[in-house]
Nanobody, 127 residues
Framework: QVQLVESGGGLVQAGGSLSLSCAASGRTFNKYAMGWFRQAPGKERECVAAISGGGTEIYYSDSVKGRFTVSRDNDKNTVFLQMNSLKPEDTAVYYC????????????????????WGQGTQVTVSS
């Protein structure tokens, strides 16, 4: 059974930083791309970053490009999201998810492209 457990969310002032982690178990980690999504109240779930199984392909949404960094440690079955220069509009529940493929594709930025999801972690950025 695949399990994804996010950690690292919290409350931070605008301009601050947070680092999220997602620990995976239940499948061969490096064979699957991973994505980070977020969902704010009343809004659709948005992919903010994705990384291929080997870590060589990376996607960022325009809203976070230059501020967020996604990475993975395949030896530790963990994917990370470093968030810098946080803004109030970054406030959301952040989820990690595992793709059905090792490589990024046109569906990697869509929630329907992912098989398994974590429970989410709240990130709140105060102004």
């Amino acid at each position: 059974q695949v399990q994804l457990v996010e950690s690292g969310g919290g409350l931070v002032q605008a301009g601050g930083s947070l680092s999220l982690s997602c620990a995976a178990s239940g499948r061969t980690f490096n064979k699957y791309a991973m994505g980070w999504f977020r969902q704010a109240p009343g809004k659709e779930r948005e992919c903010v970053a994705a990384i291929s199984g080997g870590g060589t392909e990376i996607y960022y949404s325009d809203s976070v490009k230059g501020r967020f960094t996604v990475s993975r440690d395949n030896d530790k079955n963990t994917v990370f999201l470093q968030m810098n220069s946080l803004k109030p509009e970054d406030t959301a529940v952040y989820y990690c998810a595992t793709d059905s493929s090792q490589f990024l594709s046109s569906t990697s930025r869509l929630a329907r492209g992912y098989e398994y999801w974590g429970q989410g972690t709240q990130v709140t950025v105060s102004s």
